[in-house]
């Protein structure tokens, strides 16, 4: 069968890794909706070169919804219409950084970013973080030793750690950029999907100190494959960023989806999509996380994630997860080892669950497969 999904899943295998919404989850009819609303409008002006900086009605809406959502005043003047985070990611670094920079990350970190950021032939240097996100005092020991052109965080329910950085470490963090003359890249695509916990205000809050820009992304709101996702900057930050040769060249970089995102938004359906997507994820996560409690010994730990997409297994010291991986597959389960995430190689005995892909019945099955492989109670 020819490929047409970034999935590739043996029969029978349930793999924790993948990171995505299940079929189930995506939204045919309420996109069917939206396009036939847009497609109906005798304005042909979506299948034209776009603005560069996105459709300026599409903005308008979008900040609205955005407005609602972050319960505080975003105005379309700031945003960017990108193809996703990850697109805006690399956009960032052809356009804030050179070969050679460095660059700060947490450790953990979202392991496809590290892959953007290689690509673009930049130092990366990790820097711990804890329950409560980036430890503030491992960044000040790293700014002293290192400049960086920037530091990307991920601080609402982290890929892959699920930790949200507090607000007292926010504005701490904030307070170093301004000191250190850094930009903070604040991936906030978990950021609408709480579930248990209200996480503080989107860093978003602050792009007027011209030290923030904000990434936000319809992949985990509506469907990944729209392509579709918002930089959020003060103006100094986003011009940078819209004059860049590839915007200059295919102008907007997607008015297509841009207009039918915005029918989906007007009839209400965006907001609809969300809420399902919040019922299904919160009732996921917790059963995921009394499996995991039933069926996994005491000597492996893990918070219970408030939002997002992710749990994040610490093994016993001395355990490795990739060795655990490898007994794991013959049992038909299978889940990203912690060295993944690492910009060093490290976190040898940490792995990623995500319970965005399966069924609650699935990811119970999945945990019994698991439990034979984990290390037993007594050995620590
Ligand atoms: C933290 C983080 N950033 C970005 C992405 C990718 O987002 P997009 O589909 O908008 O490129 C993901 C997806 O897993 C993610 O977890």
């Avoid at 990350?105 to 996100?133: K, Q, S």
């Avoid at 297994?313 to 038909?332: K, V």
Wanted: charged share 20%; proline share 7%; net charge negative.
């Amino acid at each position: 069968m020819l490929q047409t999904t970034q999935l590739n899943i043996p029969e029978g295998m349930i793999d924790f890794g993948v990171g995505q919404p299940s079929f189930s989850l995506l939204p045919l009819a309420a996109l069917r909706q939206a396009a036939d609303h847009r497609l109906s409008q005798s304005d042909p002006s979506l299948l034209q070169y776009g603005a560069e900086q996105g459709d300026g009605y599409f903005r308008a809406t979008l900040a609205q919804f955005l407005t609602a959502r972050y319960s505080l005043p975003v105005e379309p003047e700031h945003l960017l219409i990108t193809s996703g985070a990850s697109q805006a990611l690399d956009l960032i670094c052809t356009r804030f950084t050179q070969p050679g920079d460095t660059i700060f990350v947490e450790e953990p970190t979202y392991f496809l970013a590290l892959l953007i950021f290689r690509d673009y032939r930049v130092n990366i240097v990790g820097i711990p973080m804890d329950e409560n996100g980036l430890i503030i005092e491992a960044l000040e020991e790293k700014l002293a030793q290192h400049h960086s052109v920037l530091l990307y965080t991920i601080p609402t329910f982290h890929n892959p750690s699920g930790a949200t950085l507090s607000a007292e470490r926010r504005e701490r963090l904030l307070h170093l950029s301004r000191e250190h003359d850094f930009l903070i890249v604040a991936d906030e695509v978990y950021q609408m999907l709480d579930y248990t916990v209200t996480p503080p205000p989107p860093l978003a809050a602050h792009i007027l100190t011209d030290r923030v820009i904000s990434l936000g992304s319809f992949s985990k709101i509506t469907a990944p494959g729209l392509r579709l996702g918002w930089a959020q900057a003060a103006p100094a930050q986003l011009d940078r960023l819209i004059h860049a040769g590839l915007l200059e060249s295919g102008g907007g970089l997607n008015p297509f989806t841009s207009g039918v995102a915005q029918s989906l938004i007007e009839l209400g359906l965006q907001d609809e999509c969300l809420a399902h997507l919040k019922r299904v994820y919160r009732e996921r996560s917790a059963a995921l996380s009394a499996a995991l409690r039933q069926h996994l010994p005491g000597s492996v730990s893990f918070a219970e994630p408030g939002g997002g997409f992710f749990i994040w297994l610490r093994l016993p010291a001395g355990y490795n997860a990739q060795e655990l991986l490898a007994e794991a597959r013959p049992r038909d389960v299978s889940f990203q080892p912690g060295p993944k995430f690492s910009s060093s190689g490290g976190l040898a005995n940490y792995l990623r669950l995500s319970f965005a892909f399966y069924e609650t019945e699935q990811l119970l099955e999945g945990v019994a497969r698991l439990g034979q492989v984990m290390p037993n109670k007594n050995v620590i």
